[in-house]
């Protein structure tokens, strides 16, 4: 399905280094990432976030590839090399930040790349793509390689439309008639709305294609400056805009004309809204490793229990009549029978994790905590059966 003919990678790809920032904590997923980094988080079954950047960048034909870890990255180190580094011809080179920084870790986006400065000179790449590792999204990274050769441009930005008032988190810019970015602000209070769609604002995805002799100058300086962030968003992004040679690049709309399909799945209600869509029915095709191959897990819900808007992580289980409205239920964990989450906010807040967004994620060290608890105040109700069922 995803076998690339061998004159589609010469033409397109030959001569660009793919680099994958993948060593992002994802502190606003709480508990999914207390043992993991953002990037191997599961999504979809039993793949991973970090699967649907990977699947694009094989489909387009890449045959090397930089990817730089650093929080708790041994889940992530595991799955790239059993299930993607057989998919690259010359080597998935998995840079470590502890390793490669001298302990301190990469400081930045930026300095993900600096830090790895000669190997890629090495390699002496005409581009590299800046890749994110930890959304969600189905892009074709040969036409995005594509428009910015044409533009003529030394960096091309690929771009979105999200909702107004959750732009804070994201670039925001403008563009002009020639696709050049006049205006950029990284993650301003206030985003700018677009033309004509007050609504909405105009984010950066996180993905970049520069030439390579550029980035490198451009890196190098601003790491001189006084004050610098080592971000791509925040010191290289300004500079190429100061320059006038900032393109972007809109993501294309899917074949059905509806908008391109990015999430940024960066909180738990995200997260789970994101994964309901996939339920609902998948709104861009699901990534699907060269190395590995994927089933679906078994169903473990019980019949009796009734379940709304909410998403059961690989390996999970839910026990009879239980009702779990909005709730994500961590991989492996054990719902016991008789449970009920989402109904009562005050109670659910005792003993799992809620959010402001109406979102509650229930992990098996929350439930032993809870029963622990339950055990302490009520010592006589662990001789009785069901001891740990929300009363009704």
């Given amino acids: 399905m995803f076998d690339v003919p061998a004159t589609l990678s010469d033409n397109l790809t030959k001569g660009c280094l793919p680099f994958l920032l993948a060593g992002g904590q994802g502190s606003r997923l709480h508990e999914l990432t207390a043992h993991e980094c953002k990037p191997a988080v599961h999504f979809a079954d039993a793949g991973r976030i970090v699967d649907f950047v990977m699947s694009g960048v094989h489909r387009a034909g890449f045959d090397e590839m930089f990817v730089a870890t650093q929080y708790k990255p041994n889940t992530l180190t595991r799955h790239m090399e059993t299930a993607w580094a057989g998919g690259f011809a010359k080597g998935l080179h998995l840079r470590d930040g502890a390793k490669i920084a001298n302990q301190q870790g990469y400081r930045g986006t930026a300095d993900a790349v600096m830090a790895n400065l000669a190997e890629v000179d090495r390699i002496n790449p005409k581009e590299v793509l800046i890749l994110a590792a930890d959304h969600v999204y189905d892009m074709d990274f040969t036409a995005m390689l594509e428009a910015h050769r044409a533009s003529g441009a030394m960096a091309t930005l690929a771009a979105t439309p999200v ?37 909405m604002a105009l984010a950066s995805m996180g993905i970049y294609v520069f030439d390579w002799e550029w980035l490198r100058d451009a890196i190098m300086e601003a790491f001189k400056r006084e004050g610098t962030s080592h971000d791509f968003g925040h010191d290289i992004m300004p500079m190429a805009l100061a320059q006038d040679t900032l393109n972007v690049y809109a993501l294309p709309d899917s074949e ?11 909180t738990l209600d995200a997260y789970r809204l994101a994964l309901l869509d996939f339920e609902n029915g998948s709104p861009i095709r699901l990534p699907k490793a060269p190395d590995q191959a994927y089933s679906k897990p078994a169903d473990m819900t019980s019949a009796s229990s009734t379940i709304e808007e909410s998403v059961v992580l690989p390996g999970a289980s839910v026990g009879s009549n239980c009702r779990l409205s909005k709730t994500i239920v961590g991989a492996g964990t ?3 029978s008789g449970l009920v989450v989402g109904e009562d906010h005050d109670e659910d807040a005792r003993w799992f994790r809620c959010t402001d967004g109406g979102t509650t994620l229930v992990t098996s060290e929350m439930l032993a905590r809870r029963a622990d608890q339950r055990t302490l105040m009520h010592p006589m109700s662990s001789q009785r059966p069901h001891s740990h069922i929300v009363s009704q």
């Fill in 163 to 199: 909702p107004r008032m959750e732009a804070t988190g994201f670039g925001v810019l403008a563009i002009n008639g020639a696709n050049r970015c006049v205006e950029f602000a990284e993650k301003p209070k206030d985003p700018a709305a677009m033309p004509g769609r007050s609504d």
């Fill in 256 to 266: 059905d004309g509806t908008p391109g399909y990015w999430r940024d799945v960066g």
């Fill in 334 to 336: 054990e719902i016991p």
